[in-house]
């Protein structure tokens, strides 16, 4: 939701005000404090609301600031902890990269007995993609093309792609404490990448192709799939 009230005290010309909502969690954004106050209480007034401050988390992301610096970091160490303890891996090893370049998942690592299908349907591999694919959408771009690769096996994995994934947590064991970083500018600059592997999928001879988009050199948006 978004607002704009005119005025002469703001160098912009107008008092602008974000409200964020998911299920029952607010954030409030603006560039005028008795705006957002005024906002926060006329809310107050409409339903039963608790007032947390100045946020530090929301939704499981940590947020961290330098006003002096105009800089912004969002992190996500707790909830990677809680992930990697729900699957039994916060005492594995730690890996440079989240998928190796040389690693290529196909169909030909599934199962192909009804034993090895039973055995391997006991892994909760669904589960760890999901939860990986939070921290991906919020913080962490790197994971987008390992995400992107192993997902396609969740109803038929085989021992590769279980192997692939964990690879994938014990990245995040080592990076866990990485910051997605912001940094106020006067001016705003947006720039895209993109590429694209042409027919290098294995199953269907299908291409990968990815995207980043940055505001003055901060990563805003993200996205790889084949």
Not at 80 to 96: A, G, H, P, Q
Not at 104 to 109: H, I
Not at 140 to 157: D, E, G, V, W
Not at 167 to 193: C, M, Q
């Amino acid at each position: 939701m978004l607002r704009s009230f005119p005025s002469e005290e703001c160098d912009s010309g107008s008092i602008v005000s974000f409200l964020i909502l998911y299920v029952d969690d607010i954030l409030i954004i603006g560039n005028d404090i008795p705006t957002s106050q005024f906002i926060k209480t006329w809310l107050s007034s409409c339903f039963s609301m608790k007032d947390l401050r100045e946020v530090a988390y929301i939704l499981g992301v940590k947020n961290c600031r330098d006003r002096s610096r105009r800089i912004l970091g969002l992190s996500q160490s707790t909830y990677i902890d809680k992930v990697l303890k729900r699957f039994s891996m916060e005492e594995s090893k730690k890996r440079f990269l989240p998928m190796r370049h040389v690693i290529s998942l196909s169909k030909e690592m599934c199962p192909s007995t009804p034993q090895e299908r039973e055995r391997m349907s006991q892994i909760p591999y669904a589960s760890t993609i999901g939860s990986i694919r939070y921290s991906m959408i919020c913080t962490r771009p790197s994971l987008s093309n390992a995400l992107s690769m192993t997902s396609r096996y969740q109803s038929n994995l085989g021992e590769g792609h279980c192997v692939a994934v964990k690879n994938i947590l014990n990245y995040l064991r080592r990076t866990k404490d990485v910051f997605l970083v912001y940094v106020g500018e006067e001016e705003l600059s947006i720039k895209g990448y993109t590429d694209a592997s042409f027919q290098m999928e294995k199953d269907d001879s299908q291409s990968q192709s990815g995207f980043v988009f940055c505001l003055n050199g901060c990563v805003v948006s993200w996205k790889s799939s084949k």
